[in-house]
């Protein structure tokens, strides 16, 4: 069992949101933390035990596994894992939403969202990503929490050939304080068990 979790909120309530990546850094905001404490007690209530907990770089994500563990005593210690970290937005970085639309239209954010295709300017290393979540899926027996972020979580998806719409309606993106959970079945195949969940 793979749970792939997204990171709190990092933006406060009214705050405009902007697309960031792995240039900007930012902690969880009180909400955001709120939400890393249920998914940990979402979590524990379920029984959840896992091998190896998996940590993109980034303060927001290392802050959400700490407070999910927390909940789950008897955890391995998080692993800080580069192949986790956040996308890089290239010149859409810490931009708002209107200003991405304007400078690279609404097919490319169509096609990033439904299919994982960088709009143009950003950097993603797509193949990289997805042999990385592949020799997961191949290696580790589980069960594994990862703790990482959007950009990077949907490669999940497209690397199990679970492409959203076909096994769920949210598409690739997981809301922040969301999760997922796939399953490998005893003859390696994966199944989409939950996407987009959010306790």
Request: hydrophobic share 45%; proline share 8%.
């Amino acid at each position: 069992m793979f749970v792939i979790v997204r990171h709190g909120n990092t933006f406060e309530r009214g705050e405009p949101p902007r697309r960031i990546g792995v240039r900007t850094d930012l902690p969880l905001t009180a909400a955001g933390h709120a939400q890393a404490e249920a998914l940990g007690a979402h979590f524990a209530a379920q029984g959840m035990a896992f091998a190896k907990v998996l940590v993109s770089p980034l303060a927001r994500t290392r802050q959400t596994a700490e407070a999910i563990l927390r909940h789950l005593p008897g955890s391995p210690s998080p692993l800080p894992c580069a192949w986790l970290r956040e996308i890089d937005h290239g010149p859409d970085e810490n931009a708002a939403e209107d200003a991405i639309l304007a400078r690279i239209g609404a097919e490319a954010l169509a096609a990033w969202d439904a299919q994982g295709v960088a709009p143009p300017g950003w950097e993603v290393d797509a193949e990289a990503r997805i042999a990385a979540w592949q020799a997961l899926f191949e290696e580790e027996k589980g069960p594994v929490l990862l703790v990482t972020s959007n950009g990077a979580a949907r490669f999940a998806l497209l690397a199990a050939g679970l492409v959203q719409g076909q096994e769920s309606p949210s598409g690739l993106k997981l809301p922040t304080g969301g999760y997922g959970v796939i399953h490998r079945g005893e003859r390696g195949g994966l199944t989409l068990a939950e996407w987009g969940v959010r306790p």
